[in-house]
């Protein structure tokens, strides 16, 4: 079999960087003010305050500039990700910053990776299915292999994305 890695593995996320500044709806400004404000309270460096102050500024008026973007999109991923924002604002919220994230370095990469993703299933389409394993790579990692008559693919399951490990197409 013809062997390839890491297939699809996307680029770290500061090489999504978006161009323009991203725009944010009131819904937006008013659920995640107040979580910014939450992490400058958590900061007691100047040089970190002044960072978050800078954000929140740039969160209030509804335009968050390319350069901080990468810090934004952390603190929806964390508000998102613990529940918070479903929780506190309810359902339309989490929807909202949901198609927020999308648009910031992390959610791009995401992004990516799930194109990947598809694009490597792709290959083993049509092919009878001869196995599914799925393994442990370590803690917070997995590895899932799908082998068909005509294709062997691995994926890798992570925090940052879902990445293809390996596929090998052909005969044996």
Same mark, same amino acid.
């Given at each position: 079999?013809?062997r390839s890695h890491d297939q699809g593995g996307p680029n770290p996320p500061?090489?999504?960087?978006?161009?323009?500044?991203?725009?944010?709806?009131?819904? $937006?400004?008013?659920? %995640?003010?107040?979580? /910014?404000?939450?992490?400058?309270? +958590?900061?007691?460096?100047?040089? =970190?305050?002044? *960072?978050?102050?800078?954000?929140?500024?740039?969160?209030?008026?509804?335009?968050?500039?390319?350069?901080?973007?990468?810090?934004?999109?952390?603190?929806?991923?964390?508000?998102?990700?613990?529940?918070?924002?479903?929780?506190?604002?309810?359902?339309?919220?989490?929807?909202?910053?949901?198609?927020?994230?999308?648009?910031?370095? $992390?959610?791009?990469? %995401?992004?990516?990776? /799930?194109?990947?993703?598809?694009? +490597?299933?792709?290959?083993?389409? =049509?092919?009878? *299915?001869?196995?599914?394993?799925?393994?442990?790579?370590?803690?917070?990692?997995?590895?899932?292999?799908?082998?068909?008559?005509?294709?062997?693919?691995?994926?890798?399951?992570?925090?940052?994305?879902?990445?293809?490990?390996?596929?090998?197409?052909?005969?044996?």
């Open positions: 079999m013809a500061e090489s999504f960087q978006p161009s323009e500044p991203l725009k944010l709806d009131s819904l $937006q400004r008013d659920v %995640l003010s107040p979580q /910014i404000e939450a992490f400058l309270d +958590a900061v007691r460096d100047p040089e =970190g305050q002044a *960072v978050y102050r800078a954000l929140k500024a740039a969160v209030d008026q509804g335009d968050v500039p390319p350069e901080m973007a990468e810090r934004l999109g952390a603190i929806v991923e964390i508000a998102l990700s613990s529940g918070r924002i479903r929780r506190l604002f309810g359902p339309g919220a989490q929807l909202s910053l949901n198609s927020l994230y999308k648009k910031t370095p $992390q959610g791009l990469h %995401l992004i990516s990776s /799930i194109d990947s993703l598809n694009r +490597a299933l792709g290959e083993l389409k =049509g092919g009878r *299915v001869e196995s599914v394993v799925a393994a442990l790579r370590s803690p917070g990692a997995y590895a899932l292999t799908i082998k068909t008559d005509c294709a062997q693919l691995t994926l890798r399951f992570e925090k940052e994305g879902v990445l293809v490990e390996t596929v090998e197409v052909g005969s044996d």
